[in-house]
């Protein structure tokens, strides 16, 4: 990976023949006006014909999304929580392959985030190729990795005969002598050359053949794209990409960038705190708005109880969300007595001590365990939630532990960390669900809890990442420590606006310790976009 990108910031920044992006200049924000750059028709040569709009709902911001999409250089579409993201990124691209624009590269930061592209065009028809080791597909999706396709080309009986006629020189070699020995190398030689030219052979007929080609940031540097050229690059989740990330895509020349995202979500993942204030945390996405680059925001919602919108829309959106579901949607669960059934949220009192490991130093909380499996089973009872629709997500290993301790494993409630298991949760999770689904968040310490508030909070379910879970936020249960949110201007915020709802007297957040957060998630009753 960081061979790819140092070789990715070589290219961007040179000059020699079609190396990097014509669009360079922009995307340093060296131009005079970057949004009337960014708008101009993009510099691509070749013949494409005008086809019919796609055939896919969209809602009026993201119908505006794709136009913008289709006739700027530079495209940015920004989709806060449950607006359809993916649904719009995949609309957009198989609206382009229709055009015959291609070759058209997709890429993502995740593996989970490529597959839902992939798997979006899949569904319309798109003859879209995966690259990438195929352990990381979604099994379901396999078929479609370059890998498998290679395996069924019809010059795979070609390369079975040269192979044959190998096993068979090189169990005469040791009989061998002299200059048939020597010959015989030569073949061997000369074989595997063979082989070489028919494998490229292959793998560029699979390639050129396809009208997408899905791959992560990291893996659209594989040697097996070297020397093509790809003039139209969409990029999802792109921020959660580091900058460097996103220039391996961008730098196989690309003239026509669209970026998929939202910067008040996810942020890149930047371990290096010295990298993370030199500017690596902030995404290309980010900086090409701080430069002025306008996005097109969809601004529908379909994920959400309206109630648990209204706090983030105001917040991080300027009040410009509105929702495509109705509260009779998301009817929050029998099993807990909310304050007040017309607003599903409920605080909880907590005291507890936190435990920290000999070994590693994670850290544990056993009182809120047991809270959490207490509170759990009050789901359970009354059968609108089903044991293996659960997942409790903890950002402690340690406190992963103590609940698999007291949870019953046979229900088949997963529990992870937050930190390291929140990708393979959501991907557990894919496929269609029936009933609710319950999403615990546990936080035992109020720097860690703003982060876990922030983003899944404020943001709903975005946090686990599948564009297919079916599952809807319908509800919010924050239990309480005995400490204090120190430095969690978000949360006061949250308390402030609960009390400007009426639903409880404005409290000081100051008085909170955020240490556990529920969603719960029901399946939509209308179709999602």
């Not at 993942?269 to 995404?283: D, F, M, P, Q, W």
């Not at 957040?509 to 969603?519: C, G, P, R």
Request: include cysteine; proline fraction near 6%; charge should be neutral.
């Amino acid at each position: 990976a960081h061979d790819r990108m140092q070789e990715a910031l070589e290219m961007f920044h040179s000059v020699e023949g079609d190396r990097g992006t014509i669009l360079r200049d922009v995307l340093l924000g060296q131009v005079h006006n970057p949004e009337e750059n960014a708008s101009m028709p993009p510099k691509i040569s070749g013949k494409f014909h005008r086809a019919e709009r796609v055939d896919i709902a969209l809602n009026p911001s993201q119908l505006g999304a794709l136009e913008s999409a289709m006739s700027r250089r530079v495209t940015i579409i920004q989709g806060p929580p449950g607006t359809g993201k993916t649904h719009t990124a995949v609309a957009t691209l198989t609206q382009l392959a229709r055009e015959g624009r291609g070759p058209i590269l997709a890429t993502a930061e995740s593996n989970v985030a490529v597959d839902n592209l992939l798997e979006g065009l899949l569904n319309l028809g798109v003859r879209a190729v995966r690259i990438g080791r195929p352990v990381k597909v979604r099994e379901a999706l396999r078929t479609a990795t370059l890998d498998a396709q290679l395996e069924q080309h019809p010059k795979q009986d070609e390369i079975a005969i040269i192979r044959d006629e190998m096993d068979e020189v090189h169990r005469a070699l040791p009989k061998l002598k002299g200059r048939e020995k020597g010959l015989a190398h030569r073949d061997i030689q000369h074989n595997k050359k063979e082989i070489r030219r028919l494998e490229k052979e292959m793998i560029a007929s699979v390639l050129d053949n396809a009208e997408v080609i899905c791959s992560t940031n990291i893996g659209s540097g594989h040697r097996m794209l070297d020397g093509r050229r790809f003039p139209i690059v969409l990029m999802d989740e792109a921020t959660q990409a580091i900058e460097p990330s996103s220039l391996i895509p961008i730098s196989k020349g690309c003239r026509q960038l669209i970026l998929v995202g939202d910067h008040k979500q996810l942020p890149p993942t930047v371990i290096s705190r010295k990298a993370e204030r030199e500017g690596l945390g902030r995404s290309l996405f980010e900086r090409l708005i701080d430069v002025g680059i306008q996005t097109n925001l969809l601004d529908v919602q379909y994920r959400m109880h309206p109630v648990l919108r209204e706090f983030p829309s105001a917040r991080f959106y300027d009040d410009r969300l509105s929702d495509g579901c109705q509260a009779a949607d998301r009817p929050a669960p029998a099993g807990i007595l909310w304050p007040d059934w017309d607003h599903p949220f409920a605080f909880i009192p907590l005291e507890g001590v936190e435990d920290e490991e000999q070994e590693g130093g994670s850290r544990s909380n056993p009182i809120e365990a047991a809270r959490i499996y207490d509170l759990v089973q009050s789901l359970l009872l009354p059968g609108d939630v089903l044991a293996s629709e659960v997942g409790i997500i903890t950002p402690y290993s340690g406190q992963v532990r103590a609940l698999s301790d007291i949870f019953d494993r046979r229900k088949v409630i997963m529990i992870v960390s937050a930190v390291a298991g929140v990708s393979a949760f959501g991907a557990s999770l894919m496929g269609p669900s029936h009933y609710w689904i319950l999403v615990v968040l546990t936080a035992l310490y109020g720097g860690f809890s703003l982060t876990i508030y922030s983003l899944c909070i404020a943001h709903a379910n975005d946090y686990l990442t599948p564009r297919q879970m079916v599952a809807m936020a319908s509800g919010l249960i924050m239990i309480n420590g005995a400490g204090a949110v120190i430095g969690a201007p978000i949360a006061a915020m949250f308390i402030e606006y609960l009390g400007t709802i009426s639903f409880m007297p404005t409290i000081a957040a100051s008085q909170f310790l955020l240490a556990l957060f529920v969603l719960v998630r029901m399946r939509s009753r209308s179709a999602v976009p």
